[in-house]
């Protein structure tokens, strides 16, 4: 049982990291933007192939956790804390990913690498309270009663989340948008970079969540054992 | 229904009347607030051209931070005298535990506020005491309230509280902060309401989700 699970976990993590590494290449063969001033610029602009799936990808993360969290208080089964958890782990690694990603772009774009712009303001409090997240669990030994305040935790945190997304279609903000009504802001030409980019780092999303889920779920393993073992010591 | 309000109100009064009779948060967090003035008075003296523009910002500072120490005290004291089981083991809604503890909060963060804004007004030369303030501070307190006493009752249960609380409530809360510094301004440059309409609705819709959110999940935090 356990070595099938291993051997299909195998397989689509070679494929999820081929399909990033295509997907990038694709980046950087897609037609230059004719719409930005230098060269540099036109280069910069190739972040979108890596800025906007990444961000997309944890606002699902986050998104996750958020359902995990609730799910974990009604049913009080461990494995949704487990998922919650992972869900903010590569949340926050792929929010700081994307984070990064845009100052890079930001500095010749905008001439600085960070601006209070409302996109950047509600991104870093997102940022913080995540943060926050895993303070509060390890501020909390009790096992059943740190997932309990994780979860909750996680559902104020989320409120956030939302909002990162909305703050460049609500407030007035620098930050570029995308897809306006039923206007994309993309050229034909770019389009298939772009959603190769948005498949393949949800593929990888899934195959790290599934790697996650599997050490936490064989490290909880481990715990119970050892408590076990310690109480027949005793 | 009526019990549950009568619970709320028990609560609520229990939580004034310990206050009372030690003085203890209260005077903490009003002391706090007016060094916190005074300490922004000197940084922010002889540097800052236009000290009308950081006085919004200097007196949520030193309400929040204020806020904070009466926030951390609000169960503590329930822990320290292990009285919190008992008030669990009352047989009535738990969440008229947490709507008691906090309108008991609410009441004494907005008091402070409420003193504060005098005294801001006579060390920065500001006119600040003026009746529609009083609905910023209204709006503002109960958000950081509202949030502040359902994490207070997660940080009660866990190492290093006090550092704690701060760290997990701060970034909830800044939203209201900055919806409630924004109104404070506006209302000092004379802007019309038209003007702050987007920030009140920001305020009070984070007023509202606040409170709804603390309401559905204070019982997973209690339940022992």
Same mark, same amino acid.
């Given at each position: 049982?356990?070595?099938?699970?291993?051997?299909?976990?195998?397989?689509?993590?070679?494929?999820?990291?081929?399909?990033?590494?295509?997907?990038?290449?694709?980046?950087?063969?897609?037609?230059?933007?004719?719409?930005?001033?230098?060269?540099?610029?036109?280069?910069?602009?190739?972040?979108?192939?890596?800025?906007?799936?990444?961000?997309?990808?944890?606002?699902?993360?986050?998104?996750?956790?958020?359902?995990?969290?609730?799910?974990?208080? $009604?049913?009080?089964?461990?494995?949704?804390?487990?998922?919650?958890?992972?869900?903010?782990?590569?949340?926050?690694?792929?929010?700081?990913?994307?984070? $990064?990603?845009?100052?890079?772009?930001?500095?010749?774009?905008?001439?600085?690498?960070?601006?209070?712009?409302?996109?950047?303001?509600?991104?870093?409090?997102?940022?913080?309270?995540?943060?926050?997240?895993?303070? %509060?669990?390890?501020?909390?030994?009790?096992?059943?009663?740190?997932?309990?305040?994780?979860?909750?935790?996680?559902?104020?945190?989320?409120?956030?989340?939302?909002?990162?997304?909305?703050?460049?279609?609500?407030?007035?903000?620098?930050?570029?948008?995308?897809?306006?009504?039923?206007?994309?802001?993309?050229?034909?030409?770019?389009?298939?970079?772009?959603?190769?980019?948005?498949?393949?780092?949800?593929?990888?999303? $899934?195959?790290?969540?599934?790697?996650?889920?599997?050490?936490?779920?064989?490290?909880?393993?481990?715990?119970? %054992?050892?408590?076990?073992?310690?109480?027949?010591?005793? | 229904?009526?019990?549950?309000?009568?619970?709320?109100? #028990?609560?609520?009064?229990? #939580?004034?009347?310990?206050?009372?009779?030690?003085?203890?948060?209260?005077?903490?967090?009003?002391?706090?607030?007016?060094?916190?003035?005074?300490?922004?008075?000197?940084?922010?003296?002889?540097? +800052?051209?236009?000290?009308?523009?950081?006085?919004?910002?200097?007196?949520?500072?030193?309400?929040?931070?204020?806020?904070?120490?009466?926030?951390?005290?609000?169960?503590?004291?329930?822990?320290?005298?292990?009285?919190?089981?008992?008030?669990?083991?009352?047989?009535?809604?738990?969440?008229?535990?947490?709507?008691?503890?906090?309108?008991?909060?609410?009441?004494?963060?907005?008091?402070?506020?409420?003193?504060?804004?005098?005294?801001?007004? !006579?060390?920065?030369? +500001?006119?600040? +005491?003026?009746?529609?303030?009083?609905?910023?501070?209204?709006?503002?307190?109960?958000?950081?309230?509202? !949030?502040?006493?359902?994490?207070?009752?997660?940080?009660?249960?866990?190492?290093?509280?006090?550092?704690?609380?701060?760290?997990?409530?701060?970034?909830?809360?800044?939203?209201?902060?900055?919806?409630?510094?924004?109104?404070?301004?506006?209302?000092?440059?004379?802007?019309? +309401?038209?003007?702050?309409?987007?920030?009140?609705?920001?305020?009070?819709?984070?007023?509202?989700?606040?409170?709804?959110?603390?309401?559905?999940?204070?019982?997973?935090? !209690?339940?022992?």
């Amino acid at each position: 049982m356990q070595r099938t699970s291993s051997k299909w976990l195998v397989m689509s993590t070679i494929i999820a990291y081929a399909a990033v590494i295509i997907a990038l290449f694709m980046g950087f063969k897609a037609p230059a933007a004719v719409n930005v001033g230098t060269v540099q610029l036109q280069w910069a602009q190739r972040i979108i192939y890596f800025h906007v799936p990444v961000a997309w990808v944890f606002m699902l993360s986050f998104t996750v956790s958020f359902v995990a969290s609730i799910v974990f208080l $009604i049913t009080k089964k461990r494995i949704w804390d487990l998922v919650a958890l992972a869900g903010v782990e590569l949340g926050l690694t792929f929010a700081t990913a994307a984070v $990064i990603s845009g100052s890079i772009w930001a500095r010749p774009a905008w001439n600085t690498w960070w601006t209070w712009d409302p996109r950047l303001t509600t991104m870093a409090i997102t940022w913080l309270l995540y943060v926050a997240y895993f303070m %509060l669990r390890g501020a909390v030994e009790e096992p059943e009663r740190q997932a309990r305040f994780a979860a909750v935790y996680s559902i104020f945190s989320y409120i956030s989340v939302p909002i990162t997304f909305f703050s460049i279609r609500l407030a007035r903000t620098i930050h570029p948008l995308l897809v306006k009504g039923n206007d994309f802001g993309l050229a034909k030409g770019m389009r298939p970079a772009f959603f190769a980019g948005l498949i393949a780092f949800t593929l990888l999303y $899934i195959v790290l969540l599934w790697h996650r889920l599997r050490v936490l779920q064989l490290a909880s393993r481990v715990e119970a %054992l050892r408590a076990r073992i310690l109480e027949q010591e005793l | 229904m009526s019990q549950f309000i009568r619970a709320t109100y #028990a609560i609520f009064w229990k #939580a004034l009347r310990t206050e009372w009779r030690s003085r203890e948060i209260f005077s903490a967090m009003f002391v706090f607030a007016l060094l916190a003035i005074i300490i922004f008075n000197f940084a922010f003296d002889l540097r +800052v051209q236009n000290i009308r523009q950081v006085v919004p910002g200097v007196l949520w500072v030193s309400i929040t931070f204020a806020g904070m120490l009466g926030l951390n005290r609000s169960f503590t004291v329930e822990k320290e005298n292990d009285t919190l089981s008992g008030l669990l083991l009352a047989p009535v809604d738990r969440s008229a535990l947490y709507f008691g503890k906090m309108a008991a909060n609410f009441l004494f963060i907005l008091s402070v506020a409420v003193i504060i804004v005098p005294l801001t007004t !006579v060390f920065f030369n +500001v006119n600040l +005491v003026r009746a529609d303030l009083l609905l910023v501070l209204l709006a503002g307190t109960f958000g950081f309230a509202a !949030v502040g006493t359902l994490f207070s009752a997660i940080t009660v249960n866990t190492r290093a509280q006090d550092i704690l609380l701060p760290i997990l409530l701060f970034p909830v809360v800044l939203p209201v902060i900055i919806a409630a510094v924004k109104l404070t301004a506006g209302l000092l440059e004379q802007l019309a +309401v038209a003007d702050l309409a987007n920030w009140w609705r920001l305020l009070i819709v984070y007023d509202i989700i606040f409170l709804v959110i603390a309401f559905l999940t204070f019982e997973y935090i !209690v339940e022992e």
